[in-house]
């Protein structure tokens, strides 16, 4: 009889624990079913759908993909969006690493001030920034006043805006905190008993840190270039307002397709085409990493 109470007790708690955990994760079930999934498939449906002037198209036809793929504009502004990003990541992650191995490792009862200056930018508008770098960057702005104050340049020069460096710049100063924090994380699962084991062994600190805290460390790299790379090959907004024409991003004619061109349908076809190639980058990212990781 005991036996079989204790069974049924554990029965119980087990249905209550499942009880638990699908009340806990229905609100993030239903947030992505609704309002993810709901999208995606909304855009996958317009995508194979013909403009006929109204919002969701009449008919289906794969018109749209031929347009994209067969038309070499569309693919010089997607190598071009894919080269923009990433060097916005190469430099974010170059800039976060350092951050966030200081953080980790040296910066003490200063940790939670540096994180709190990490993650300000984000208590003033997306937008904001942007037009704060259009300021320095601009023909009479911070940057050339500088430089003809040092005497370095005789009159203002028109290379920093409206230049692909200037989208480079901008968006790396935006999302490098997306990049600190998924490398701190990263470092601060690494044991200390190991880096003072190396040190043990002779290993002098950048031997230490070659061959033991950035293997270690590379899930955070790889996340963090992730985090950067995805939702910077669809911005429009920094290459329309810091970026000239040699800046025109994928996102700028996804955005002029479902405003000015009123072609949604189009624009959608876009969207999946962009989505493919950002997923195949990944799925290749995450091989490398499963290789890396059986190195180690």
């Given at each position: 009889m005991s036996q079989m109470a204790t069974a049924a007790t554990e029965a119980e708690h087990s249905s209550s624990q499942l009880g638990f955990r699908a009340s806990m994760s229905a609100p993030g079930l239903l947030v992505t079913c609704v309002l993810i999934l709901f999208a995606l498939a909304l855009v996958l449906f317009l995508a194979f759908?013909?403009?006929?002037?109204?919002?969701?198209?009449?008919?289906f036809t794969v018109a749209n993909f031929i347009t994209v793929l067969g038309d070499d504009l569309y693919a010089t502004v997607i190598l071009r969006s894919l080269a923009i990003s990433g060097l916005v990541t190469l430099a974010t992650v170059v800039?976060?690493?350092?951050?966030?191995?200081?953080?980790?490792?040296?910066?003490?009862?200063?940790?939670?001030?540096?994180?709190?200056?990490?993650?300000?930018?984000?208590?003033?508008?997306?937008?904001?920034?942007?037009?704060?770098?259009?300021?320095?960057?601009?023909?009479?702005g911070v940057l050339n006043s500088a430089l003809l104050s040092l005497g370095a340049i005789s009159e203002p020069l028109m290379i920093f805006l409206n230049t692909p460096a200037a989208v480079v710049v901008t968006l790396a100063h935006a999302y490098a905190p997306f990049a600190i924090l998924p490398i701190l994380v990263s470092l601060q699962t690494i044991p200390p008993s190991l880096l003072e084991a190396a040190s043990d062994l002779?290993?002098?600190?950048?031997?230490?840190?070659?061959?033991?805290?950035?293997?270690?460390?590379?899930p955070g790299v790889l996340a963090a270039a992730l985090v950067v790379f995805v939702p910077t090959i669809g911005d429009y907004v920094t290459p329309s307002m810091v970026g000239g024409p040699a800046s025109t991003m994928i996102g700028s004619l996804i955005q002029a397709q479902f405003g000015k061109a009123n072609d949604w349908p189009f624009g959608a076809a876009l969207s999946i085409?962009?989505?493919?190639?950002?997923?195949?980058?990944?799925?290749?990212?995450?091989?490398?990493?499963r290789k890396f990781g059986s190195r180690t």
């Open positions: 759908r013909a403009n006929d002037g109204s919002l969701m198209g009449s008919g800039t976060a690493y350092p951050v966030a191995y200081f953080l980790a490792f040296h910066a003490g009862r200063w940790r939670a001030t540096i994180l709190f200056l990490v993650t300000l930018p984000f208590w003033t508008s997306y937008l904001l920034r942007v037009f704060a770098w259009k300021v320095v960057l601009a023909y009479n002779g290993a002098r600190p950048l031997l230490a840190f070659r061959r033991v805290v950035l293997p270690m460390s590379m085409t962009v989505m493919l190639v950002i997923l195949l980058l990944v799925a290749l990212v995450r091989l490398a990493d």
